[in-house]
């Protein structure tokens, strides 16, 4: 099964990202995947803050944020309601037609 999902990026260009859904991968490896600029400098670990993502569609799908991750929001001067860390979501079907806004892409040179 192919999942999708429609990321945002700071130029509010969209795009629509294939995901096979069998690969077990986080969001922010397949923004990575992608090619977008997104530093992930802890590797994952919700430690930087550096993932971070708006749900702007399809936050109620998504699972509760783990502790690390709200720990980590909360150090976030841009952090809304609806943010995200990229490294804490794995994609899975939940995430079908979910769309997603950097916050924290690195900007292109």
Do not use: W
């Not at 991968?25 to 400098?41: P, R």
């Not at 709200?70 to 976030?76: E, H, K, Q, R």
């Amino acid at each position: 099964m192919m999942i999708n999902i429609i990321v945002e990026n700071n130029q509010g260009e969209r795009r629509t990202l294939e995901i096979p859904g069998d690969m077990n991968l986080s969001l922010m490896e397949v923004l990575k995947a992608y090619e977008y600029n997104v530093l992930a400098t802890c590797g994952g670990m919700a430690m930087c803050g550096t993932c971070h993502v708006q749900v702007l569609e399809g936050i109620d799908n998504l699972p509760a944020h783990s502790n690390a991750e709200l720990d980590m929001l909360d150090t976030l001067p841009d952090a809304e309601s609806t943010s995200r860390l990229a490294c804490q979501l794995q994609v899975n079907e939940s995430m079908q037609n979910a769309v997603f806004r950097l916050c924290a892409e690195e900007e292109m040179v």
